[in-house]
């Protein structure tokens, strides 16, 4: 029986792409590269913010210092300004106050744990707890994240489940042999869900319920 539910949060409760986009876009033009689209980014995001700089850039201008400067820029301008648009996806709030009575809780996230945190207590403070990019830990689609949040809530991989709208997420539930519930809102759609063999899609938070049942849940 499921009594634990893992989250993703950019793409599955919050969609965070246009602070993502701006912050990229201060730390590209800043440093004097050509400045990226909201769907350009929107498919370099959901491997840690290192990486979604080092993809923002031209190829031809990567290499580790320029990235630690984009970086550094990026993270200066995004601890700012990344609530200026972020918001949950409609219906997000009522589905977490619902599943927070029911199971216990966690965001497990690529983002670096400052900003999953600061997002957390904002939005969502009943979620129990928050995995962020830690340098002690590999990041997604590792399933040293999904690890570390079962042992502190006390809980068992046969009874979790990961709930993600990326491949990132599918193969992090994967490497750490739990099902995965992906959501069609997010940042890749229906069709990249079931091309990339999500065990359950639902279309909206109110769903959620459903699935879980429909994979083992109570």
Known sequence: MIDTILFDLDGTLLNTLDDLCDSANFALAKNGYPLRTLEEVRFMVGEGVRLLCERALPPA??????????????????????????????????????VCGRYKTAIVSNKYQRAVDDLKNTLFPYVTLTVGEDPSRARKPAPDGVFYALKVL???????????????????????GLPVIG??????GRAFLEEHGADEIIDAPSEIAAAIGRIGGK
């Open 154 to 176: 006390g809980s068992k991989a046969e009874n979790a489940v990961y709930v993600g709208d990326s491949d990132i997420d599918i193969l992090t539930a994967r490497n750490a």
């Open 61 to 98: 201008a990567v290499t580790p210092a320029t990235v630690d400067r984009v970086l550094a820029d990026f993270s200066a301008h995004y601890d700012l300004n990344c609530g200026n648009k972020t918001r949950p996806y409609d219906g997000v709030d009522v589905m977490l106050r619902e």
């Open 183 to 188: 959501v069609s809102w997010g940042f890749r």
